[in-house]
């Protein structure tokens, strides 16, 4: 070692020893280093990460799930309404990367949860791979399996809760509810009857009157023919079933005696309709070009007709039980009323179900309460009326009909999304009125002035 670098060591170690030995003295021990005292430890969030979308397939149908800054707060299925939910505690299981987040089914107060994991997912529909696995539990639709990402494009107004003051607050209650649906086709053809009892058949900007006076419309899937009933003496029950044609302007007797409730086919090949034969109410049928061929289809009694669920099958109701009937005249599904309709709503063979012209798995019900809502006005019967959907699945039922109106006769548009219903404004005055499915565009604006209105497309 040279002697410059025997000196620089020197120099070092002398150094240290006066930085050891400036707090002690010799042979003494060093000075211990003061404690920190310890602080609260700081927070851990439960609710991480925020603003996500979920999603995935079930067997029959896709969905997602949106989770925003209080917890999820919307799922949306392939062929059904979205559901609104009610964000409730999220919880953090320990240190690893997992939450589970609580909520509330609004339209039917249904629990439902969502546990969320990091960890690679990969989407079976479509092979993409995302960050998050999710698991989502509803108490009626029962367990889905999905992926989730970070979807910030979603939730383009975020809202500090700790910023928000009681008049923003009081400002987000007075603004009207936002329709959710935007994506629907307004009816082309409809038929409805006026305010004189007249028929009227509308397509496109051209109206023309049907027919005097009729009931239980039924208007083709292309909107240019009209099924009607006809009562053909105020004292004789016989009734005519006739057949309006937009472009003649003209209407034929098609079938006469005990009859009623004619419905047309998906493709507007046949007619189903109701006949009292042999001390009961038969369905019979007969294709749209040859009426006088009409034949037996199904000879059990029923109450009502309720129409085609597809091009191979009718839905048919008695007192007890809804029935899904085949080409081959047996019913390949049952289902009890009681269970349909709950304990709010009572049974009568006045009711109309209606299957989702998408989804055959959903049915729009119209029927009187049995338990009417706080405050609902009632008819000269002193019934309050309703309508509701049912899922018959999930058994998930959502009254979907204002509690302030009364509202009867509900019918689906050709998109599925929009219902049309007669609302009885007062003792002699009904209008038709326009809700979505979700619950949406409900308020006083009238859709024309009639009642019994049907879509065609």
Known sequence: MSKRARTTCLLLVSASWILVGANSSPGQAPTPPKKTIAGPPAPQSTHYPILLLALGNDVSWSWTLRIGQKGPERLDRQGYPPITLEPAEVTHEGTSDSWTYHAKDTGTTAALSVHLTRESCTDPASGTKYNFHAVVDHAQIGTLNGCARIAAELFPKIVNPANQTDDDEDADKKKPPVETITNFKPPVAIAFINSAGKVVVSFG?????????????ALSHDGKKLLYTR?????????TIALYDF??????????????????????????FLKFQDQKWQIWMFPATTPESAAPFYVNNVNTLQGWVDAHSVLASDIENLYWISDDSRPIQ?????????PVFQVMSSDTIRVNPANPDLLLVSANYQ????????????LAA??????????????????DQWARAAEWSRDGVQIFYTRRLAANSSSTFRIFWDGSGAGTRRYLDGTALVVGQ
């Open 386 to 403: 309703g309508f509701f959907l049912y899922e018959v699945r999930s058994k998930r039922r959502v009254v979907l009909s204002p509690p």
């Open 334 to 342: 049952t289902l009890a009323l009681k269970d349909l309709y709950g």
């Open 247 to 272: 472009n003649t302007g003209r209407s034929t007797d098609l079938v006469q005696g005990l009859v009623r409730q004619a419905f047309w086919s998906p493709d507007d090949s046949r007619v189903a």
């Open 371 to 382: 338990t009417p809502p706080t405050g609902a006005p009632k008819d000269s019967m002193n």
């Open 205 to 217: 900007t051209s109206k023309k009157i049907a027919a005097p006076e009729g009931s239980e419309l």
């Open 231 to 239: 009562s053909d003496s105020k004292s004789d029950p016989e009734r």
